[in-house]
């Protein structure tokens, strides 16, 4: 099965509800407002979206060519059965004939579907489907943890609350020996505690999101980056509130801290949990607003002077 969404469906929709969105994020509570309209687009995104069974059959001989190659394989039944030499000779003049045609229809087919392999027709599906199998994935599937035990664990639920365990007691927060040089010494500089992170303007989203790669993977919401980038651009208007709030309060949505984790196995598909490297999707949303952050965070820093002109391992314009 294979999906297709109708993105312009998707967006005319979009617009034709935006009074709607403007008066919810006019009046209500931001954070339940995100959630609402998380929410919303993860299901508009679902309605917009067709399924469709795959054609994955091999591309048929034609019907002239079909006829001579039962009349080749005829022909040398009936030689094989007589022993008539001149029967013989004969079909096989035949047979190599239409082998020539099969040969010569295939590479037609294949110079086909190499030319059309970028589209969205039937042979670029049956160009694809053949040719996956000689790629190598470069990641093994995660298809069970090993146990001290010597037992295998398969079982979805039983892998997750491992991998939980297993993570959280990885990244637990570890315990200082008081006084410690690093975070109890005293502050070098005194900065101004009061200097306020910059207000985001409109442009200044629309500029993130244009520059931002237009990747397919969803976020435990349901949400790509694809997504926002269908987004009619009146809509970044309310982002504008809900950034500059987050700014200002130093608060964030409910939703921004829930993340999409993937397990990748490093090497075997069957492995302890130690073997495995996790991959954090976050919040669709949440990458726009630390993009801004970072850009305020640098600006704050270079008005202060805390930043050398040359760091080491850094190309120029990509430092921090």
Not at 51 to 75: C, G
């Amino acid at each position: 099965m294979a999906s297709r969404t109708s993105w312009p469906v998707f967006s005319l929709f979009l617009s034709y509800v935006c009074p709607f969105w403007e008066k919810q994020w006019s009046a209500s509570n931001m954070n339940e407002t995100y959630n609402n309209f998380t929410r919303f687009l993860s299901l508009l995104a679902a309605q917009c979206t067709r399924t469709f069974p795959l054609k994955l059959a091999r591309p048929a001989i034609p019907p002239e060519l079909r006829s001579k190659l039962s009349y080749s394989r005829a022909l040398s039944f009936k030689a094989k059965r007589t022993g008539d030499m001149k029967l013989k000779i004969k079909s096989a003049k035949v047979r190599n004939d239409v082998r020539r045609e099969l040969r010569l229809f295939q590479q037609n087919q294949l110079a086909k579907q190499l030319s059309d392999r970028n589209k969205s027709v039937d042979s670029a599906r049956m160009f694809w489907s053949k040719t996956k199998k000689h790629f190598r994935k470069q990641t093994a599937v995660l298809r069970g943890f090993n146990l001290s035990s010597g037992q295998i664990e398969s079982d979805a639920t039983a892998m997750v609350q491992l991998a939980a365990d297993y993570y959280e007691k990885l990244f637990e927060e570890p315990s200082i020996t008081r006084p410690h040089p690093y975070t109890d010494s005293p502050l070098v500089l005194s900065l101004e505690n009061n200097s306020p992170i910059p207000d985001v303007t409109y442009a200044d989203v629309l500029k993130v999101v244009k520059t931002r790669k237009k990747k397919r993977s969803c976020d435990i919401h349901g949400i790509s980056s694809y997504i926002l980038n269908q987004l009619p651009d009146n809509y970044w208007h309310f982002m504008v509130k809900l950034y500059n709030h987050s700014f200002s309060t130093y608060q964030m949505p409910d939703k921004f801290k829930d993340v999409r984790i993937i397990l990748l196995a490093k090497k075997d598909a069957i492995c302890p949990p130690e073997q495995t490297r996790p991959i954090s999707l976050i919040d669709s949303f949440l990458k726009i607003h630390e993009r801004l952050y970072l850009n305020r965070f640098m600006t704050i820093l270079e008005n202060k002077g805390l930043i050398p002109e040359s760091q080491s391992g850094f190309l120029p314009g990509r430092r921090l």
